[in-house]
Every structure is written in structure tokens, then in C-alpha cells.
């Protein structure tokens, strides 16, 4: 960053917004997790942007006030930025890249049919954009997208002739679901990868309220920013799976995970977080992410066999849980009541993508027993997926004359779950806990039949 760049910050984001000298004018193409939370966070550093999207449902319901993904502190964010009147949204995709001069590209890159990422709505967006060039623009993808995508958005846009420069340009996210807007207004780092001075120089002011805050902000090539995603992605799913393989053997040999992962984790090299065994990842990120990686090294001549393992483990993983939880009922599920208190694939997030929760009730539902499930944000999702399981209100409903409970997500309030309470309510006290949220002894204790994943002889 120049030094003669004179940026005016406030101390703390969401207090008061920081007012700087070289906010952008910017365009977000998408307005889902990604774009919605990129467009309310470069408001808040003072940009004035325009979220960009095809539906207008959506884009009316923003208009609105209402967001369409729970997210938590992201309504608080875009309101603020609304009606500091540096946040709109439009269905007018066009005239918003005539407008402005940085353009993000944050649509979908969902799973194509043999693990590669479907580029399809990246390149009408690059073809709108080579459509309505009217002068210097930069194109930076945001969204998830295959090393090489960003020649190919060059491509694309110079079929159409365009009489303007432009530079592509890759902003990687590193957004957890359920956190994002702290991991956005605090990251770990930025990292961009560009190749021409006025890319960078553009980046670096949209982003000045962080440079100037001193978080570490990456320059890199274009191909380089699109790999530190994916690697990041495959490697700390490598490390899930890798504790989850560990938590297996544990259960044999009578070692306690928890405190497995704690020992490794005090080693500053390996570090403590995504240490935690459970039933496996899900969401709309790793099972994506890892599987495009490996299609990418593959189509290169590259086989990364510890990306690929770290799948196979996973999907592995999924099954085990589910074989736990039938062994707690001695395989025989037929008629049984069972509760799954969980069914995000995480906590904090209404995001049932590749949920463990959908194998399980998936393997009961052929199994023929009756699933109860209770989740604090995600029920609507996953109706749509299994119309004729019962949805209950509260743990206390879903619990009630179980034949077995299944805990699949950590949401605090399961984690937080009076367990005599609960013994009281079941029919029988049999818990598969796959979060690992509850001490062996004390389910011991209080007559439980139980696994866990990694500590069931503690
Ligand atoms: C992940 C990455 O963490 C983000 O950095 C990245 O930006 C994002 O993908 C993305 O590519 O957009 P997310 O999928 O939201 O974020 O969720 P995580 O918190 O990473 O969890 C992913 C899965 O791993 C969940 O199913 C979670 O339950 C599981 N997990 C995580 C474990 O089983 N154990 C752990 O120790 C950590």
C-alpha cells in the first residue's frame, strides 16, 4: 500500500465505520453466502456497492430488510450499511457493471457431474461483462473456482471485442459459515493474486481499512491466490478426516481423542483447531472443494493421493457413525422411535448441504424406523429433502418416548442438554453422541447406553 494513501479509520468495525479516502464503487455479481457477505463487509469499510443478482425474489426480499441466509451479525451489517447508504441491491446486472469500475464475481460454482466445479454461471457473468464493458474494469472472482479460472473469465471477455481495458483478478473468501462476518471483518489474511499494478492498486484500496490494520495481506499471481483456496480447504479437511481416522482406533485400543488431539494440538506446528473428531465434514466447501482439487491435479497429470484419501476417509466416516448408531440398538431399527437432534452440518448455520444428518435419516428411513428431528435453524431446509419425517420445536418434543437419541450437530443448546432431564423424558436411555459434546463417565453414570466417536471405553 502507498504510503501517501491517507486512510481515516475508526477504531473498531460495526461501532463506527471507517471513512477513507479511496473507497471503491463495486459491483457484486451473486448475491448468496459469499456475495451478500462480501457486499455488506466492503460497505462497512466504507465502499459504496451494489449487490448484483438474476432473482428478483431475492433481491426484493433484500430490499426489504430480510436475508435470505441465517447468518448471524449479517442482517445487523447490512442494515447499518443500507441506511448508511453505501449498500443497494438491483436485478439490474447490466447497468451495475456499466456503473462501477470493480466487479466481483460471487455467483454458485456448484458440483459438476464428475467432481469438477460447474463453471456455468462464472461465464455468463464474464459474458455480461465483456457484453457491457464501457471502460477500465477489473473482474476479481471471489466465488470458489478451479485453478485457471481466472484466464478463463480473459478469455470470455475478450471474445466479445471489448474496446476497454480490463484485468482479471482472484480474491480467495475464507469464510466459515456461522462466523463469516467476523472472519471477514478480522481474517487470518487476504489474499489476492493479480497480474498488472492497477489490479493490485484497486484491491489494496478497496481492502485499506485492513491493510491499515495490519492484517497480512498476500499479493500473489492469479493461479497461486486460486490454489491457497483449494490447498487450504483440502488441508484442513485432510486434518478432520485424519483425527476422525485417529478417533477410530482410540475406540479399539481404549485412548481418549480428546485428549490425543489436545497433546498434538500444543504442538505450535500442528496447531489444536479442526482437531475435532465428529461425524464427518459436510457443507457446501470441503466435499466440494476437495473432489474439484483432485479433478484439477488430475486433469494435469498430478494425483494427490492424501487429498483423495482424506475423501474416502470422510465418506467412511459418515457410514460409521450410522453403524454406531445402530449397533447401540442391536442393528434392529425396524419400529423404533429414534430423536436426531441436529441437522445442519454444523452449528450456527441453516445449511443442510451435505449434512451428516441426511445419511443417517437416509439409513433409518430404510431401516423403517420413525425419525423425530429437531434442528434451531435448519428444519425448512431439510424438509425439503424428507417431507415425511416429523420436525419437532424442541429437544423436549423430539426426545420424548425415543428409543434412541442421535446427536449430529453441536449447537449450544443441545450441547447444553440436561441429561437426567432427558433420561427421564426417553424411552430408553440410549445416545449415539457424534459430537463428542457429553463426558463417557457422566453418561455412565446416569445409566446411559452410549458411543461416541474416539472415547467410548473413557
Ligand atoms: C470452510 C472453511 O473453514 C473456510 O475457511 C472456507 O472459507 C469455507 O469452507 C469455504 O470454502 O467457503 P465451512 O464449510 O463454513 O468453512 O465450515 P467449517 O467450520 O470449516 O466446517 C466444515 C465441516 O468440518 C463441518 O461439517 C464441521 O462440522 C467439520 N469439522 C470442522 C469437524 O468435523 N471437525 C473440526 O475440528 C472442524
Not at 441465517?70 to 447497468?95: C, H, M, W
Amino acid at each position: 500500500m502507498k504510503k501517501n494513501r491517507q486512510v481515516l479509520l475508526s477504531v473498531v468495525f460495526l461501532i463506527s465505520t471507517p471513512i477513507y479516502s479511496f473507497a471503491k464503487d463495486i459491483a457484486v455479481i451473486g448475491t448468496g453466502y459469499v456475495g451478500l457477505v462480501l457486499g455488506a463487509a466492503l460497505a462497512e469499510f466504507g465502499n459504496k456497492v451494489v449487490c448484483l443478482d438474476i432473482s428478483k425474489d431475492k433481491i426484493d426480499m433484500l430490499n426489504n430488510g430480510q436475508i435470505p441466509i441465517y447468518e448471524p451479525g449479517l442482517d445487523k451489517l447490512v442494515a447499518k450499511n443500507i441506511d448508511a447508504g453505501r449498500l443497494t441491491f438491483s436485478t439490474k446486472v447490466a447497468e451495475g457493471i456499466r456503473n462501477n469500475e470493480a466487479i466481483f464475481i460471487a455467483v454458485g460454482t456448484p458440483f459438476g457431474d464428475d467432481g469438477s466445479a460447474d463453471l456455468k454461471y462464472v461465464d455468463a457473468v464474464a459474458h455480461t461483462i465483456g457484453e457491457n464493458l464501457n471502460g477500465y474494469k477489473l473482474v476479481c472472482t471471489k466465488s470458489t473456482v478451479p485453478i485457471g479460472t481466472g484466464k478463463r473469465i480473459r478469455n470470455i471477455i475478450e471474445q466479445h471485442n471489448p474496446a476497454y481495458e480490463f484485468d482479471t483478478a482472484s480474491n480467495p473468501e475464507f469464510l466459515r459459515e456461522g462466523s463469516a462476518v467476523p472472519d471477514f471483518l478480522e481474517p487470518d489474511r487476504v489474499v489476492i493474486g493479480v497480474d498488472s499494478q492497477r489490479a493490485q492498486e484497486i484491491l489494496e484500496d478497496v481492502y485499506a481499512p485492513l491493510i491499515e490494520k495490519n492484517y497480512p495481506f498476500l499479493v500473489t499471481n492469479i493461479p497461486t491466490a486460486e490454489a491457497i483456496k483449494y490447498a487450504s480447504n483440502a488441508f484442513l479437511a485432510t486434518k478432520i478426516s485424519y483425527i476422525n481416522e485417529l478417533a477410530k482406533l482410540c475406540d479399539k485400543v481404549g485412548a481418549d481423542v480428546k485428549f490425543v488431539a489436545k497433546g498434538m494440538g500444543l504442538d505450535k506446528r500442528i496447531g489444536g483447531a479442526f482437531l475435532y473428531p465428529g461425524p464427518g465434514y459436510g457443507g457446501s466447501c470441503f466435499p466440494k472443494d476437495t473432489e474439484a482439487l483432485v479433478y484439477t491435479a488430475a486433469t494435469n497429470g498430478v494425483h494427490l493421493d492424501i487429498v483423495k484419501a482424506a475423501i474416502d476417509a470422510n465418506n467412511h466416516q459418515k457410514h460409521h457413525v450410522t453403524r454406531k448408531l445402530f449397533e447401540l440398538l442391536d442393528n434392529d431399527v425396524k419400529g423404533k422411535n429414534i430423536a436426531v437432534l441436529g441437522l445442519a452440518f454444523k452449528a450456527n448455520t441453516d445449511d443442510i448441504r451435505y449434512s451428516p444428518a441426511i445419511n443417517i435419516i437416509k439409513a433409518l428411513i430404510n431401516g423403517g424406523a420413525h425419525v423425530k428431528a429437531f434442528d434451531p435453524e435448519a428444519t425448512e431446509n431439510m424438509k425439503e429433502l424428507f417431507p415425511h419425517i416429523s420436525y419437532m420445536n424442541s429437544i423436549d418434543e423430539t426426545v420424548k418416548g425415543a428409543d434412541a437419541v442421535a446427536i449430529i450437530t453441536e449447537w449450544d443448546e443441545i450441547a447444553s442438554i440436561d441429561l437426567a432431564h432427558l433420561k427421564k423424558l426417553v424411552k430408553t436411555p440410549i445416545l449415539m453422541d457424534a459430537r463428542n459434546l457429553f463426558e463417557p463417565q457422566i453418561l455412565r453414570n446416569l445409566g446411559f447406553k452410549f458411543d461416541n466417536i474416539g472415547r467410548s471405553h473413557i
